[in-house]
C-alpha cells in the first residue's frame, strides 16, 4: 500500500511569489492535514480536510490556503511568500474511520529566499 | 486549551541505556495519545498510540502508558540502539477533526 506522497520535496522561492504544495493520501484515507514544521515554533496545525471541506483550521493568517479534490488529493497554496514562511510543510492523511492515526508524508522543504 | 508539554533535549545516551522522555499533556475530555518519531531529512512516522486512561502503546521495544491521574505519556524504552538517534514528539488529538498537537520534540543522540 502506497505511502501519503508529497510534491515537490524542496522548493526554492523568491519573496513576494505564490507557491502551491502537493499532497496524495492512502488510498482510502478521507482526512488530509498540513502541517508547518519550523525549528522555532515546531510542528503548528494548518489545516484539514476531509471529503473535500475543510473542516478544521489553525491560527495562520489567510495567505495560507488549501483544498481537496474529490479524490482525496489535498494542495495547499501560500501567496505572498515571506522569508519566515521557509519550513517543512507536512502533510498526513488517516481514515477511513474517524479518530483513527494519521500517516506523514515526507514533506516539502520551502526555501524563501 | 489543549497543549503537549516534554521535557527538552537534546538527550545522550550510550548504547544500551535506559530511556526516558517525559510527556505531560492539558486537555479536556478524553484525548488520544501518540508518540511520533522523526529521522533526519524524513517525515513523522507513528511509533505508538493509547486512545484511552491505563492503555499501553508499545512497538519496537518502546513503550508509553497513558496515565490521566498524572495527564502523561511517558516514552520509555529499556536498552537504545544507535539506530534509535532521532527526535521523538508527543502529541494528542481530542477529536477535533483530525488535529494533532504537537510538544516541541525531543531529539534523541545515541552513542556507541
Known amino acids: 500500500k502506497a505511502g501519503v506522497t508529497q510534491t515537490p520535496r524542496y522548493l526554492i522561492k523568491t519573496r513576494g511569489q505564490q507557491v502551491t504544495l502537493s499532497c496524495s493520501p492512502i488510498?482510502?484515507?478521507?482526512?488530509v492535514s498540513w502541517y508547518q514544521q519550523t525549528p522555532g515554533q515546531g510542528l503548528q496545525f494548518l489545516f484539514e480536510?476531509?471529503?473535500?471541506?475543510?473542516?478544521n483550521k489553525g491560527n495562520f493568517p489567510g495567505r495560507f490556503s488549501g483544498r481537496q479534490f474529490s479524490n482525496s488529493r489535498s494542495e495547499m497554496n501560500v501567496s505572498t511568500l515571506e522569508l519566515g514562511d521557509s519550513a517543512l510543510y507536512l502533510c498526513?492523511?488517516?481514515?477511513?474511520?474517524?479518530?483513527?492515526?494519521?500517516?506523514f508524508g515526507q514533506g516539502t522543504r520551502l526555501t524563501v529566499v | 486549551g489543549n497543549s503537549v508539554t516534554q521535557m527538552e533535549g537534546p538527550v545522550t545516551l550510550s548504547e544500551e541505556a535506559f530511556l526516558t522522555i517525559n510527556c505531560t499533556y492539558t486537555?479536556?475530555?478524553?484525548?488520544?495519545l501518540f508518540w511520533y518519531v522523526q529521522y533526519p531529512g524524513e517525515g513523522l512516522q507513528l511509533l505508538l498510540k493509547?486512545?484511552?486512561?491505563?492503555d499501553k502503546g508499545s512497538n519496537k521495544g518502546f513503550e508509553a502508558t497513558y496515565r490521566k491521574e498524572t495527564t502523561s505519556f511517558h516514552l520509555e524504552k529499556g536498552s537504545v540502539q544507535v539506530s534509535d538517534s532521532a527526535v521523538y514528539f508527543c502529541?494528542?488529538?481530542?477529536?477535533?477533526?483530525?488535529?494533532?498537537?504537537f510538544g516541541q520534540g525531543t531529539e534523541l543522540s545515541v552513542k556507541p
Open positions: 486537555a479536556t475530555g478524553y484525548p488520544s
Open positions: 480536510y476531509f471529503s473535500e471541506t475543510q473542516r
Open positions: 502529541a494528542l488529538t481530542n477529536n477535533q477533526g483530525g488535529k494533532l498537537i
Open positions: 498526513a492523511s488517516s481514515g477511513p474511520r474517524e479518530n483513527t492515526e494519521a500517516f
Open positions: 493509547a486512545t484511552k486512561a491505563d
Open positions: 488510498s482510502g484515507h478521507r482526512s
